[in-house]
C-alpha cells in the first residue's frame, strides 16, 4: 500500500525449501523457521525477536536525522493515541509501539521491525478522517505484526549466504556465470511477491480497525488517496518529460476495481459491532489544522519560480514554468520536457580563497573556459563552462557570507545547450541575500480548515494559493476531490494560506 523500509513476501512451498536449504548447509545451528504471530505458519528467519527489536532501535535515530521529527507535540501526541489504540488489538500487543510524524513534504508511510512507525506530514495532510489515519498506521502495524521485515532481512542474507556456502560445496558454483545467475534467483526471491505481502497488511490493518471502533473501509479510502496521489505524479512527471515508477505496481487498478482488495478489506467486516465503524472527520481536520504543508521553513520555501529560504538568509529565482524540486542537499530546477535542468548546492568556505580559486581548487574543476567574474546583488563570484561525461555544463559560484553557493545548469541533448545557457545565466544572476519585503514570502504554508460557502470553488481557492506547483489540483487532491470534484457548500475543507 504504502512504501515501507521493509516489505517482502515469498510462498510456503518456497518458505519451506528455503528452509531446508539452508538449515542443512548452516548444520541446523544458524538459522530455521519460527512461528507467525499472525498466522501461525511457519516463516523461514534468520534471527530472533531479541535482534529484530535491536533491528529497530538502531535504525529509529537513522529515520529521525534523515527526515526530521515534526516538531508539534499535540500532533505528536494525536497520532500516538491513534496507533496505540490499534495496537492493543493486534497480534503482537506484547510489544511498544513508537508512532512518529516526520517533518517531510513526501507522501510517505513506513515501519521498522520492533514497532516503530512513522507517516510524514506530507500524507497526513492529504488524509481527510481520523479512520484513514488509523488505516495508514493499522497497515503499518500490520508489516510488524507479520514479521515482514524479519523476513525480508533473512531472505537476503540466506541469498548471499546460499551463494557463499553453495560456492565453497560445489566448486562449479564459483565462476562469475554462476554468480549473476544466482543474483538474477535471489532478486526475484526479494522483490517479486511485494504485493502479497502488501496485501497481508491491508487485510491486517482492517482487522484492527474494525477492532478498534473504526470503519474497516477506510482502508480502502487510504488506497484510493494514493492512487490519485500515483495519477497525479504521473501526469506531472510527463509534464518534465520523466518516467514515473510508481508504487512498484501495486496500484495497477483502481482500488474500487481491485477484487482481491476489496475481498480482504471485507474480511474485517466480521469484527465490526453495533456502534462501530467510527470515521471522525471533523475530529482530525481539528488536529491538522496549522499543520505545516509543503516546504518548511527550515528546508526553504518554493513560490512559483521563486525560492526563499529564511534560515540561510538567501533567495534566487528559476526560469518560469520549469518545476523545483527541493531536495535535502539541493535545488533542482528542471524545465519542461525535461530538457534542461539547474543545480543549486551550498558548502561552507574554509579558506581565503576567491570564487575562482574555489571552483578550481575546492571543486576540482580543471578545465575551465570562458571564465568571468561576476557581481550579482552586490556578492563576490565567479562563473564558466566546462565538461563533464562529454557534455557542456555552466559553473558557477557565489559567495554569501561564509557560504559558496555552487550553480550546475546542462542540457541532455548538448545541441541544446546554447539554448539553455541564458536561462542558466539569469537564474545565478538572479541570486541574492533575502530581502526584508520578501520575509514574508519565507514563510512556511500552513493548512486552514474553512466552511464551504456558494461563493467558494477550487478555481477561486487556487488564483490566490501560494501552492508553487499545480496549486488546483493540489487543492483538490487535498480534500479527496480530484480530478473533477467541487467544493460542497457547508463542508468543511482544506485550505492553504
Request: net charge neutral; hydrophobic share 35%.
Amino acid at each position: 500500500m504504502i512504501h515501507v523500509l521493509v516489505q517482502i513476501s515469498t510462498s510456503h512451498d518456497r518458505i519451506r525449501s528455503l528452509c531446508l536449504m539452508v538449515g542443512a548447509l548452516l548444520f541446523l545451528g544458524l538459522a530455521g523457521c519460527a512461528t507467525n504471530p499472525v498466522t501461525g505458519d511457519q516463516n523461514f528467519v534468520m534471527f530472533g525477536e531479541d535482534t529484530e527489536l535491536e533491528i529497530g532501535r538502531t535504525n529509529h535515530p537513522k529515520i529521525i536525522a534523515e527526515y526530521g521529527r515534526y516538531e508539534d507535540e499535540a500532533l505528536q501526541a494525536y497520532v500516538q493515541s491513534v496507533g496505540e489504540k490499534l495496537a492493543k488489538n493486534s497480534h503482537r500487543d506484547d510489544l511498544i509501539y513508537r508512532f512518529t510524524v516526520l517533518d517531510s513534504p513526501t507522501i510517505n508511510a513506513m515501519a521498522l521491525p520492533g514497532g516503530y512507525v512513522y507517516i510524514t506530514r506530507g500524507l497526513m495532510a492529504y488524509l481527510n478522517s481520523e479512520a484513514e489515519l488509523a488505516a495508514v498506521l493499522g497497515h503499518e502495524i500490520g508489516h510488524v505484526t507479520a514479521r515482514h521485515g524479519v523476513r525480508q532481512q533473512s531472505a537476503a542474507q540466506a541469498a548471499n549466504l546460499g551463494y557463499t556456502l553453495g560456492s565453497i560445496l560445489l566448486p562449479g558454483l564459483r565462476g562469475a556465470g554462476s554468480q549473476n545467475l544466482f543474483n538474477i534467483l535471489g532478486g526475484a526471491l526479494l522483490s517479486g511477491y511485494g504485493r502479497e505481502h502488501e496485501l497481508e497488511s491491508d487485510r491486517l490493518g482492517a482487522e484492527y480497525l474494525a477492532r478498534s471502533g473504526y470503519e474497516p473501509r477506510a482502508m480502502i479510502d487510504v488506497i484510493s488517496v494514493l492512487k490519485d496521489q500515483q495519477t497525479f505524479a504521473a501526469a506531472e512527471a510527463k509534464k518534465l518529460g520523466q518516467d514515473y515508477q510508481g508504487y512498484h505496481g501495486l496500484f495497477a487498478s483502481h482500488p474500487d476495481n481491485d477484487t482481491r482488495l476489496q475481498q480482504v478489506v471485507g474480511e474485517a467486516e466480521k469484527y465490526t459491532s453495533a456502534g462501530n465503524g467510527k470515521v471522525y472527520r471533523d475530529t482530525y481536520l481539528q488536529k491538522v489544522a496549522g499543520m505545516t504543508f509543503g516546504d518548511s521553513e527550515k528546508q526553504g520555501i518554493r513560490s512559483e519560480n521563486h525560492f526563499y529560504h529564511l534560515a540561510m538568509r538567501f533567495s534566487v529565482d528559476f526560469p518560469i514554468s520549469w518545476h523545483v524540486n527541493n531536495n535535502p542537499n539541493s535545488l533542482q530546477a528542471i524545465s519542461p520536457g525535461g530538457k534542461a535542468f539547474i543545480d543549486m548546492g551550498v558548502s561552507d568556505i574554509n579558506r581565503k580563497l576567491s570564487p575562482k580559486q574555489f571552483i578550481e581548487q575546492r571543486l576540482k574543476v580543471d578545465n575551465l573556459r570562458s571564465g568571468q567574474a561576476i557581481k550579482p546583488h552586490g556578492l563576490d563570484g565567479y562563473t564558466g563552462l566546462t565538461v563533464h561525461q562529454n557534455k557542456p555544463v555552466r559553473i558557477a559560484v557565489i559567495y554569501l557570507r561564509d557560504q559558496a553557493f555552487i550553480f550546475l545548469g546542462t542540457a541532455k541533448d548538448s545541441r541544446d545547450f546554447t539554448q539553455f545557457d541564458d536561462h542558466f545565466l539569469s537564474s545565478i544572476n538572479s541570486f541574492h541575500a533575502l530581502r526584508d519585503d520578501e520575509i514574508e514570502h519565507a514563510r512556511e504554508l500552513k493548512l486552514e480548515i474553512v466552511s464551504v460557502t456558494n461563493n467558494d470553488s477550487y478555481g477561486k481557492w487556487a488564483q490566490t494559493s501560494r501552492i508553487s506547483n499545480s496549486p488546483l489540483q493540489q487543492l483538490k487532491l487535498l480534500n479527496g476531490d480530484y480530478p473533477d470534484g467541487e467544493l460542497k457548500n457547508g463542508k468543511k475543507a482544506k485550505r492553504v494560506h
